[in-house]
């Protein structure tokens, strides 16, 4: 299960991401004629900026649903960028045949899903020899901000107890290297990065975002659903983030995992 889900708040802060700011450690791997495979593609900013790389290559992009995979088919058609499919596939169990991508790439998608290492194994199984498999994962007990706000504090704790009722792992970035090993990949290049949030702009930003997220998104119906919080508890949640956002010397920092792996 998606912990997020797709409201209108999350979908707004996937929609920022970009292969630049999202996918840098994979960019230099990346070459025109490349097939990709873009696992969990969301609202498919990510996945058209990689198109634009690999031209006249080609990339998929799979989500779980049909519903989710038309936000990245309406990105794609906006764009103009005809060298994008789409397919509804499982992590798990992916619809396509071995060794058929030179690039298998996950950003966001392993500390979701219920196995990740069988999920990197099959993520291996379609990359062709000598291919690459990349995955970036947030860590959520690694986030870190100032000032201190108690709200945040209570805002983590519930989105970890949250995410791992859904059988996913919100501090995935630091198991993604044991992961990718227990897979059964033995070229792995670990890496970390981060995004930054620091100017007023972007505090007011990511702090109106979360504040909408934590009252109004999947995590919240489930956080009220399963009596983990109250309505109350939320507000003063949001309220918290707005303060936080507030400070003329606000600061988030949110470090990610990555790995390339070589099949």
Do not use: K
């Amino acid at each position: 299960m998606y912990t997020h889900g797709h409201h209108e708040s999350v979908l707004r802060s996937h929609r920022w991401r970009t292969a630049e700011n999202s996918a840098a450690y994979l960019l230099p791997h990346l070459v025109p004629g490349m097939s990709v495979l873009d696992i969990g593609c969301g609202p498919g900013t990510i996945t058209a900026d990689l198109a634009t790389r690999v031209a006249p290559g080609h990339v998929t992009a799979v989500e779980i649903s049909g519903a989710a995979l038309q936000l990245a088919r309406a990105e794609a058609d906006s764009r103009g960028q005809r060298n994008i499919d789409f397919a509804v596939s499982d992590v798990h169990a992916l619809d396509f045949p071995d060794n058929a991508f030179d690039v298998v790439h996950a950003h966001q998608v392993l500390q979701h899903v219920a196995d990740p290492i069988r999920a990197l194994r099959e993520m291996r199984r379609v990359s062709r020899p000598g291919g690459i498999v990349a995955v970036r994962d947030s860590d959520y007990a690694a986030f870190t901000w100032f000032p201190r706000v108690p709200a945040l504090d209570e805002w983590l704790g519930l989105y970890q107890q949250a995410a791992r009722a859904n059988a996913g792992q919100p501090d995935a970035g630091r198991r993604l290297l044991s992961w990718a090993q227990a897979a059964g990949f033995t070229d792995v290049r670990a890496s970390a990065s981060t995004w930054c949030f620091a100017t007023p702009a972007d505090t007011r930003w990511w702090g109106e975002m979360w504040a909408e997220r934590i009252r109004s998104s999947d995590l919240a119906r489930q956080l009220l659903t399963s009596g983990t919080a109250t309505a109350g508890d939320l507000r003063r949640i949001a309220d918290g983030w707005r303060e936080w956002a507030a400070a003329a010397d606000a600061w988030f920092a949110v470090l990610h995992g990555e790995i390339v792996c070589r099949s």
